[in-house]
């Protein structure tokens, strides 16, 4: 009797890895800068330095004071969209820096 492999997809490998060694957070991270790529133009996605999740709170750093402005201005409205992008229970505020 031949054994059946299981086939697994990558993105299942690297969640299942991530959750295993406790660096999921940083992996919603790259997904909510995926996300702000496609939502940004690029000239103002260039001006994202880093996004990070502490805490339960998604930590962007921003280079240019106009964008930085505007992100704090729309807090509640990206927040929002990351939750329902994301889920609710992943984050409950938002830091622009």
């Known amino acids: 009797m031949k054994k059946k492999k299981r086939e697994y997809q990558s993105s299942e490998l690297v969640k299942s890895f991530a959750r295993i060694h406790g660096f ?8 909510i800068k995926d996300f702000l790529e496609e939502y940004l ?3 103002l996605f260039s001006e994202i ?5 502490e805490d339960r709170c998604v930590i962007i750093k921003i280079n240019s004071p106009l964008l930085k402005h505007d992100f704090q201005l729309r807090k509640s409205f990206f927040l929002k969209k990351f939750q ?14």
Not at 49 to 53: E, T
Not at 84 to 97: I, M, R, T
């Open 24 to 31: 999921e957070s940083k992996l919603v991270a790259f997904e």
């Open 49 to 53: 330095k880093s996004v990070n999740i």
């Open 41 to 43: 133009d690029e000239s």
């Open 84 to 97: 329902a992008q994301f889920g609710e229970e992943k984050f409950n505020d938002l830091q622009v820096l």
